[in-house]
């Protein structure tokens, strides 16, 4: 399994978390002081979670496993996980090369105690495969000008 270097951040911290009804709980090891994903896709557009990397191995599901289902898109190899009962989208992860590998995302809004108003977001165009553009401190359009 390799991580990008991002990963390795001496502000990694520990934080509990979990779906709505509390079916599912997990923890992991993130850095909050680094600017949180917004994404402008499809899925992300409906969904409206704000996510962030985090190293795999530290991604554990404390409670409620069997409560969770599986989305993919299409035959992708990447998943979102989210709790069959109340439908919250907890986390997900999956392979992608140019993020160095397995990766896993949370979705900071399931973190106990993290206020999201406190912290930075970056924009993607995800909608546009815009990838190479990086990111902005302002949301990308659904459609382009």
């Known amino acids: 399994m390799s991580e990008t270097s991002s990963l390795f951040s001496p502000n990694l911290k520990k934080h509990v978390g979990g779906c709505h009804c509390g079916a599912v709980r997990f923890e992991c090891e993130v850095d909050l002081s680094q600017p949180l994903n917004r994404c402008n896709c499809t899925v992300c557009t409906k969904m409206g979670g704000t996510t962030t990397q ?58 106990d105690g993290v206020d999201l108003a406190l912290l930075s977001i970056q924009y993607w165009d995800g909608r546009n495969d815009n990838w190479e553009a990086g990111s902005r401190p302002q949301p990308w359009p659904l459609q382009r000008a």
């Open 54 to 111: 985090v190293p795999p191995k530290t991604l554990r599901v404390i409670s409620g496993e069997a409560h969770l289902g599986d989305y993919r898109v299409g035959a992708s190899v990447n998943y979102r996980k989210f709790c069959q009962r109340c439908g919250v989208q907890c986390f997900g992860g999956g392979y992608v090369e140019v993020l160095g590998g397995d990766f896993a995302t949370i979705n900071v809004g399931c973190l």
